[in-house]
């Protein structure tokens, strides 16, 4: 797993975004601690995760999630 995720595509106003993947995984635990036990977590990655990358973010989270939620069949084939 890489430890940086960073969008492909950079905005007309020269902006880009990098996703820690170490950290997206730290949260996920600490949202899990808060939650109910043996509560479901959905990772919302519709849209090709909000432009980020849909298989990108995906496989940092395969494995921690008992969900992915997308916004197409298209989008759940890829997956």
Not at 28 to 35: A, F, M, R, T, V
Not at 58 to 73: M, N, R, Y
């Amino acid at each position: 797993m890489p430890p940086l995720v960073e969008s492909q595509r950079r905005s007309r106003h020269g902006t880009w975004i990098e996703i820690d993947c170490e950290r997206l995984l730290a949260n996920l635990i600490i949202l899990k601690g808060q939650s109910a036990p043996f509560a479901d977590v959905i990772a919302m990655i519709k849209a090709n995760a909000y432009g980020h990358g849909l298989l990108e973010i995906a496989k940092p989270l395969d494995g921690s999630v008992s969900f992915f939620g997308v916004s197409s069949v298209r989008e759940a084939l890829t997956l």
